[in-house]
């Protein structure tokens, strides 16, 4: 059974954390905008975004690559981009829904989570649980529904469009227990 | 070069030109961060220049370990020469802004001279530009950041601004990031304001190199985890700072009003702030790439967003007799949209009231407006006067010092700054070692440094950190409030101590206060980040150095033993109730511990100056030339 990165926007901090561990691990150099993961930021509406490669079923980047470059790994579900076969044309950039797949400025190279392998730097260092890394089950599928759901009133909210999040904030000793929850991962 | 990016970036407003200089030169004596920083404003700057001069030098300074992956490496230092004190300005930050330099591809920025009109600075990686600021001058710091990240059209910039107190030359405006995180004391948005400048907004597509990234990404690790199982961080990280005041104020370490009483019965049994976090914290949120989140953001309806942490948090209730938490956050996020330091604001505000309250001033000096203790009007029209500097606000504008002459002698008497500035407010009758740090330190204001925290941490386990502070400082004694013991030496380590984390780019509270209390962690990422081979000695001992310069670069401007004193109230008047009732600053030993002070550090016990001897043992031979030889 697979294991996914499940992202609830709603627990994100903004400390980019998962950017620059993501960027150390891989490229071996401290340079967020060289993670495969962002966070979109809306600081003074306190509404903070980390967007990622969700590993679609019909993934939009392995449709629309013309040198077969992009493939599932079927060890650990993740979508990987084989750079020899890698043209660099960008289709795969632009075509994800998400816009989650990256492109590295410095080498010209494209950017994609990886899973690490199967044990993700950024699910670990993560401070609030707003990432994790759970099995692909029905359960697991109902929230990341359920995350996404809730992604557009975040945006409207953030934009101003919309009503103030219905949620009540989560009072701190459900923090603590949604902490000690993610330690115990 | 690993850790360091190796440049500093050097901007002339007057000229419209910009220049770059290596830093490796530098960074064997004094590191990176704030300590290299003090090397640089006391080369660039030119003894007698004005602060609001255009050759007063601004200085952003971030450290090697600035931008990386180790838990809180958010912060910049800031300096200049403060049109507060008119000794050398200290200021640091944290947020997005220092990384974001750093990404740019410097360790400094030196912005010198002045715009002839209003202006911003775009840095985009090696391009520099020098854009018109006209449209957005006058804006508040919020709308400022958002107009400019509108016009680059880039929501990722950083900008740091100043708001309406910095262009109108406010002596203690501040410096914004973000909705709240402020560069905020010495009047370094008075200083930008004087140049002109608006802000200075970065985008850096690079990053910091690591000369061993995966022993750096191991530990990096390891601390989260080790972070994330501390009761600080737990308590940071859900609760941020409210909780920490309230049992401050439990334990007579804060002061109510103007230093004027403590353990003011009905905030001990109501304190709001609590249950003020709890309702309207929407999510702690912390600084670039650090797990601890000790900052509210708070969403109330009617008033507003942002976020708040400590000083606030005393600032605008205790020190202003006010319960209101709804006034609380209004007059916090006004003073963070005008761009005013909240400590100073707030001190401004409790001394008209403790002169009206006792009758030394009426409504009539202050506009009309009646300074009763808490009151709603009395602090909101006064923060937005002084950053109009409409009426009284233009005379408080000048300082503290400035209003009290134009109050009369009895008002002089009753003011209360060290080195210029309200200082840090602590109830310094009380803690013994705490008000010695206080007097010695450099800018006024060095607090909280480990061995003042210490005398905090004893009342919840005396014996133990009396151990710790035999450990750490060399005398049991150096952990009791009421005791003069020990303390110099307390003094002098913990003075060290901070300027490692400080000088590296880091969170002095992760590296020195709450969660590691010492600089071994800071050091062994230093060391894998730059592929140096250092020890916590050597980093301690720079600290030194930095301690030296920056005192000369003080004597330099006239600074002598006499400075370092505390208002003499802390003196004359004992506290009235609370577990310290009684306690007063005795003025025998008070000087007894500041003479043992300098005598630890190698200074003269006359004059408060480093000897010739230390300053040649530490390699400052040029600073002693310079300075030394008028006294000589």
């Known amino acids: 059974m697979y294991k996914t990165v499940v992202i609830d926007a709603a627990k994100c901090t903004g400390c980019r954390a998962c950017e620059n561990y993501c960027s150390l691990k891989h490229e071996g150099v401290c340079a967020p905008s060289r993670g495969r993961i962002h966070v979109v930021k809306w600081e003074q509406q306190g509404i903070f975004v980390p967007v990622s490669c969700m590993r679609c079923q019909e993934p939009a980047c392995e449709l629309v690559c013309p040198k077969c470059a992009t493939r599932r790994d079927f060890a650990t579900g993740a979508m990987t981009v084989d750079a020899n076969r890698c043209i660099g044309c960008l289709s795969c950039v632009f075509a994800c829904p998400f816009g989650a797949t990256f492109l590295d400025q410095e080498t010209g190279k494209i950017l994609k989570c990886d899973l690490c392998d199967g044990d993700p730097t950024c699910v670990k260092v993560c401070p609030t649980g707003a990432l994790s890394f759970e099995e692909v089950s029905q359960e697991t599928y109902l929230k990341l529904l359920e995350n996404a759901d809730r992604l557009p009133q975040l945006v409207r909210e953030a934009l101003g469009q919309g009503e103030p999040q219905g949620t009540t904030p989560a009072a701190p000793q459900e923090k603590q227990e949604t902490q000690e929850a993610q330690e115990g991962q | 070069m690993y850790g360091w990016t190796g440049k500093i970036l050097r901007i002339d407003l007057s000229n419209r030109t910009s220049t770059t200089e290596p830093t490796e030169s530098y960074i064997d004596k004094y590191l990176g961060g704030r300590g290299l920083g003090v090397r640089l404003i006391y080369e660039n700057y030119k003894p007698g220049t004005d602060a609001f001069d255009p050759g007063n030098p601004l200085i952003f300074s971030t450290g090697p370990l600035t931008g990386t992956s180790m838990p809180g490496s958010g912060r910049v230092d800031v300096t200049a020469l403060s049109p507060m004190s008119k000794l050398r300005a200290k200021s640091n930050f944290g947020a997005y802004w220092g990384p974001e330099v750093k990404f740019a591809g410097y360790d400094h920025v030196i912005i010198q001279g002045k715009a002839d009109q209003p202006c911003y600075l775009w840095i985009k990686d090696d391009e520099v530009e020098i854009r018109d600021a006209s449209h957005i001058w006058g804006k508040d710091t919020h709308e400022t950041q958002k107009a400019i990240q509108q016009e680059l059209g880039d929501p990722e910039v950083k900008v740091v601004c100043i708001g309406p107190a910095g262009e109108k030359l406010v002596r203690f405006a501040c410096l914004i990031t973000e909705t709240g995180d402020a560069g905020g004391r010495t009047g370094m948005g008075a200083v930008m304001g004087s140049k002109n400048l608006k802000a200075v907004a970065v985008r850096g597509s690079g990053g910091v190199q690591i000369a061993h990234p995966q022993e750096f990404l191991e530990q990096a690790i390891q601390v989260v985890r080790e972070m994330r199982e501390h009761p600080a961080y737990q308590e940071l990280s859900n609760w941020g700072t409210v909780r920490g005041v309230q049992m401050m104020y439990g334990m007579s370490f804060f002061p109510v009003g103007y230093f004027e009483d403590v353990c003011w019965d009905e905030l001990l049994e109501k304190y709001p702030g609590t249950?003020?976090?709890?309702?309207?914290?929407?999510?702690?949120?912390?600084?670039?790439?650090?797990?601890?989140?000790?900052?509210?953001?708070?969403?109330?309806?009617?008033?507003?967003?942002?976020?708040?942490?400590?000083?606030?948090?005393?600032?605008?209730?205790?020190?202003?007799?006010?319960?209101?938490?709804?006034?609380?956050?209004?007059?916090?996020?006004?003073?963070?949209?005008?761009?005013?330091?909240?400590?100073?604001?707030?001190?401004?505000?409790?001394?008209?009231?403790?002169?009206?309250?006792?009758?030394?001033?009426?409504?009539?000096?202050?506009?009309?407006?009646?300074?009763?203790?808490?009151?709603?009007?009395?602090?909101?029209?006064?923060?937005?006067?002084?950053?109009?500097?409409?009426?009284?606000?233009?005379?408080?504008?000048?300082?503290?010092?400035?209003?009290?002459?134009?109050?009369?002698?009895?008002?002089?008497?009753?003011?209360?700054?060290?080195?210029?500035?309200?200082?840090?407010?602590?109830?310094?009758?009380?803690?013994?070692?705490?008000?010695?740090?206080?007097?010695?330190?450099?800018?006024?204001?060095?607090?909280?440094?480990?061995?003042?925290?210490?005398?905090?941490?004893?009342?919840?386990?005396?014996?133990?950190?009396?151990?710790?502070?035999?450990?750490?400082?060399?005398?049991?004694?150096?952990?009791?409030?009421?005791?003069?013991?020990?303390?110099?030496?307390?003094?002098?380590?913990?003075?060290?101590?901070?300027?490692?984390?400080?000088?590296?780019?880091?969170?002095?509270?992760?590296?020195?206060?709450?969660?590691?209390?010492?600089?071994?962690?800071?050091?062994?990422?230093?060391?894998?980040?730059?592929?140096?081979?250092?020890?916590?000695?050597?980093?301690?001992?720079?600290?030194?150095?930095?301690?030296?310069?920056?005192r000369m670069f003080d004597v330099r401007q006239g600074l002598r033993r006499g400075d370092d004193s505390l208002p003499k109230k802390f003196f004359d008047v004992p506290l009235s109730k609370g577990p310290y009732k009684g306690a007063v600053l005795e003025r025998e030993k008070f000087e007894q511990m500041k003479d043992e002070y300098y005598e630890i550090r190698g200074w003269d016990k006359e004059t408060g100056i480093p000897t010739r001897e230390k300053l040649v043992e530490l390699g400052l031979e040029d600073v002693a030339e310079e300075v030394l030889k008028k006294d000589a």
């Open chain 2, 275 to 550: 249950e003020y976090v709890k309702k309207f914290c929407v999510k702690n949120v912390g600084c670039f790439n650090c797990p601890n989140r000790c900052m509210n953001f708070l969403s109330v309806p009617g008033i507003g967003k942002g976020v708040t942490s400590c000083e606030p948090f005393s600032g605008f209730t205790g020190e202003v007799w006010n319960l209101d938490m709804d006034l609380f956050w209004e007059a916090t996020l006004l003073v963070n949209k005008l761009g005013m330091d909240s400590s100073e604001a707030a001190a401004c505000v409790g001394f008209l009231m403790e002169l009206y309250h006792h009758g030394i001033i009426t409504a009539q000096d202050t506009d009309g407006v009646a300074m009763d203790r808490g009151s709603r009007e009395a602090i909101l029209t006064t923060l937005t006067k002084i950053a109009n500097r409409e009426g009284l606000g233009d005379v408080l504008a000048e300082g503290q010092k400035a209003a009290a002459e134009k109050f009369g002698p009895k008002a002089v008497d009753k003011v209360d700054l060290v080195k210029g500035m309200a200082p840090h407010a602590y109830e310094f009758r009380a803690f013994k070692g705490t008000a010695l740090m206080q007097a010695v330190g450099h800018r006024g204001d060095p607090l909280p440094l480990r061995g003042s925290l210490l005398e905090v941490d004893w009342h919840h386990a005396p014996e133990w950190f009396q151990q710790v502070a035999k450990e750490q400082f060399g005398d049991e004694e150096a952990a009791i409030p009421s005791s003069y013991k020990g303390k110099a030496m307390a003094a002098v380590i913990s003075e060290h101590m901070e300027r490692v984390p400080d000088s590296l780019g880091v969170c002095k509270w992760l590296y020195n206060l709450f969660i590691y209390q010492d600089v071994n962690i800071a050091t062994r990422f230093f060391n894998l980040a730059t592929g140096k081979d250092w020890d916590s000695a050597h980093l301690l001992k720079i600290g030194e150095r930095v301690r030296n310069l920056e």
